[in-house]
């Protein structure tokens, strides 16, 4: 009998302990610590101090970056593991799930995993719905992080029918999209009916009086349609306040 044991390469895991959300974790840690520079520089100090050895000495993440749960780091450490142990990953994730993991990722640079989620959400665009892309563009469109992410989602979102022109102006104004507002306004100027009236208030006084005013010359010159270049010059004051470098 071998009297001098040895571990095996493939299978034998050192292990780093988490608190989040007053929930202990405890995984594989080489990944972790391989992979992603924000715990792979902290790992000396973890050693020194045995943070993370034990559930009495837990690395403490709480809270976690943008506005994370223990739920979601759990979405995060199934992808870990399977990569860890060279298993399959999740193919039936929903859109929120692989947010989850695109989020932490991003915020640990852990940039395989974050590659991956990008890959099966870009990956899966008739899986996911209008309103779930706006879920994610409401996360995304405000931070330098997650641009290609916004990119992502405008690119989806558009793929579906407004439920409105109103609708879509709106959403334009509201994620700084311009072709949104342009188009939006190019067809209210020129549709054969009018949207109810609540529904135009949406847009606010001055572009309401605007849509008004060119739908009443129209009608009354019993001319076609306005051309974009009219429309555009007729909303410029206010597609140049949304879009002051681009207009």
Same mark, same amino acid.
């Given at each position: 009998? $071998? ?10 895991? $050192? *292990?780093? *302990?988490?608190? #989040? $959300? ?8 080489? &990944? ?31 809270? %976690? ?19 860890? #142990? ?5 193919? /039936? ?14 915020? +640990? ?5 974050? /590659?991956?989620?990008?890959? @099966? ?5 008739? !899986? ?8 994610? %563009? ?6 330098? %992080? ?18 409105? @022109?109103? $609708? ?6 509201? &994620?700084?999209?311009?072709? +949104?507002?342009?188009?939006?306004? @190019?067809?209210?100027? /020129? ?8 529904? %135009? ?15 009443? /010359? @129209?009608?009354?010159? &019993?001319?076609?349609? &306005? !051309?974009?270049?009219? #429309? ?16």
């Amino acid at each position: 009998m $071998d009297t001098n044991p040895r571990r095996d390469t493939e299978f034998y895991f $050192d *292990t780093i *302990t988490f608190l #989040v $959300d007053s929930i202990i974790f405890k995984v594989p840690s080489q &990944y972790i610590h391989d992979k992603s520079e924000v715990f792979g520089a902290g790992a000396q100090i973890s050693a020194a101090s045995g943070e993370g050895s034990s559930d009495a000495n837990p690395v403490k993440l709480s809270p %976690l970056p943008h506005g994370c749960n223990a739920e979601d780091f759990k979405r995060l450490l199934r992808i870990i593991i399977a990569l860890t #142990v060279d298993l399959p990953t999740p193919t /039936n994730h929903t859109l929120e799930q692989w947010l989850s993991v695109l989020k932490l990722s991003t915020a +640990w640079c852990f940039s395989d995993v974050r /590659n991956l989620a990008m890959e @099966r959400v870009s990956g899966s665009p008739s !899986n996911f719905t209008r309103d779930q892309w706006i879920t994610v %563009l409401d996360f995304a469109h405000n931070s330098d %992080l997650f641009i290609d992410l916004r990119v992502l989602a405008i690119t989806r979102i558009s793929g579906f029918a407004f439920s409105s @022109r109103v $609708d879509q102006v709106l959403l334009g104004r509201k &994620y700084l999209h311009k072709p +949104w507002v342009i188009q939006g306004l @190019r067809e209210l100027a /020129n549709v054969s009916t009018l949207p109810p009236l609540p529904d %135009l208030n949406r847009l606010g006084q001055e572009t309401l009086i605007g849509v008004l005013y060119i739908a009443c /010359n @129209r009608a009354q010159r &019993y001319r076609g349609p &306005y !051309n974009d270049r009219e #429309v555009d010059e007729h909303f410029r004051d206010e597609i140049s306040s949304l879009f002051p470098l681009s207009f």
